[in-house]
């Protein structure tokens, strides 16, 4: 049993990690009122669903903002600039900037972006992965050439700024 901090009231919580939405439909109706069915698109995502956070209402704005030297990245706005120089991308192509920024350098295995961006779990096609980087690519050639995506072969992708 877990107290939820806002109200006091004690139920079981049931995370859904990685799960597609028919099944976490699913599992809210096995449950039947009697648990928090929280659901989490990866493991990252599931470990903050049980530390106690404020609110998105009440986090600082500078929460949803990306900086890592001229690379600024609006999580609010849904913007990208270097250098102050917008960077227009489609929404797609934000949610993986947006990823790869929030932990630059890491390398991002093609399960944790088929989860986090496509939300869905990844069966091996690593093709939208592949495909959505490429048009990202493109994307940021046009704006800046020291910023880049590297693959790392079967494994996935990881974002490099240039101090």
């Known amino acids: 049993m877990t107290e939820t ?43 903050g669903l049980l530390r106690e956070q404020p609110p998105a209402s009440r986090r600082s704005e500078s929460a ?5 030297g001229h690379l600024r990245v609006d999580a609010t706005a849904r913007e990208v600039t270097w250098a102050g120089v917008n960077i227009e991308l ?31 779990r990844y069966l091996g096609d690593a093709d939208p992965v592949v495909s959505a980087v490429k048009r990202l690519r493109k994307r940021l050639a046009v704006a800046v050439a020291e910023l880049r995506v590297v693959s790392v072969r079967g494994v996935g992708f990881r974002l490099v700024v240039p101090d």
């Open 90 to 120: 489609s929404a797609r192509e934000f949610d993986l900037m947006a990823t790869l920024a929030s932990d630059a350098g890491r390398v991002w295995t093609f399960e944790e972006l088929m989860s986090r961006i496509w939300k869905t």
């Open 5 to 47: 901090p806002s109200s006091g009231i004690s139920a079981p919580y049931v995370i859904c990690v990685g799960t597609t939405l028919e099944d976490t439909a699913g599992i809210a109706e096995a449950v039947d009122r009697r648990a928090v069915v929280l659901v989490a698109p990866d493991t990252d995502t599931a470990r």
């Open 64 to 68: 949803d903002i990306i900086v890592h």
